[in-house]
């Protein structure tokens, strides 16, 4: 797991979010997320089956944040747990050894150890910088990458306000994704400006490559 892990904004208009989420995965996505906090059972079950199918289209795997029954009836690739979420250890379970299974850890690397131990795909830390869609304390030192990657023996995410100008020292820092919302969906249209934001978040990482 290593490139951009893009995550959906709270949009409505299911036909706007599918078009910019095919324009993104065509410019090279790593993993597609949905999160859509504010939907009903209904519109989340309809976007997140119309995403699905443009994922699988594209080849990258598919995540729901939060709602495991969702994953389960759609046969998705998997969740992302926050903190006050189902444990880690307790979707592992019922999801089985063959789904991904992400885990928020905010700026806290016990709660990644503990994540790690309950079966974790990858740990997630942030928020890094202000973001125009979450509210949260930007509380996470970017070090905490540093010691993820030397203590976790997991793929780490960092999320939060992540531009490409600003996600730069945590790859170079060695994180394996960057996690975006507004930096790709805020673009919109035209279509050039999405291509131009994800290669600019993929070029990150191959000038770590180099590195």
Same mark, same amino acid.
């Given at each position: 797991m290593r490139g951009l892990y893009l995550v959906t904004p709270n949009w409505d208009d299911t036909d706007r979010l599918l078009d910019v989420s095919e324009q993104a995965l065509q410019a090279g996505v790593a993993v597609l997320q949905y999160r859509h906090k504010s939907a009903d059972a209904e519109q989340r079950r309809e976007q997140a089956g119309a995403l699905l199918?443009?994922?699988?289209?594209?080849?990258?795997p598919? #995540? #729901?944040n939060d709602?495991?029954? /969702? =994953? *389960? *009836?759609?046969d998705? !690739?998997?969740v992302h747990v926050g903190g006050t979420d189902a444990s880690v250890a307790q979707v592992r379970a019922r999801l089985g050894a063959g789904k991904i299974v992400g885990a928020s850890c905010y700026g806290d690397l016990a709660l990644a150890h503990?994540?790690?131990?309950?079966g974790a795909s990858y740990v997630a830390f942030g928020g890094f910088y202000p973001s125009l869609v979450k509210k949260y304390p930007v509380t996470t030192p970017? !070090? #905490?990458?540093?010691?993820?990657?030397r203590d976790i023996a /997991?793929? =780490?995410v960092v999320i939060g306000g992540m531009t490409p100008e600003n996600a730069a020292p945590l790859v170079a820092r060695g994180a394996d994704m960057v996690a975006a919302i507004s930096s790709v969906f805020g673009r919109g249209d035209p279509a050039d400006d999405v291509d131009i934001a994800v290669q600019q978040f993929n070029l990150l990482f191959a000038r770590a490559g180099e590195a």
């Open positions: 199918t443009l994922a699988r289209k594209y080849g990258v598919f #995540i #729901i709602f495991i029954a /969702l =994953c *389960e *009836e759609l998705a !690739d998997g503990a994540a790690q131990a309950g970017l !070090d #905490i990458v540093l010691q993820a990657k /997991l793929p =780490c």
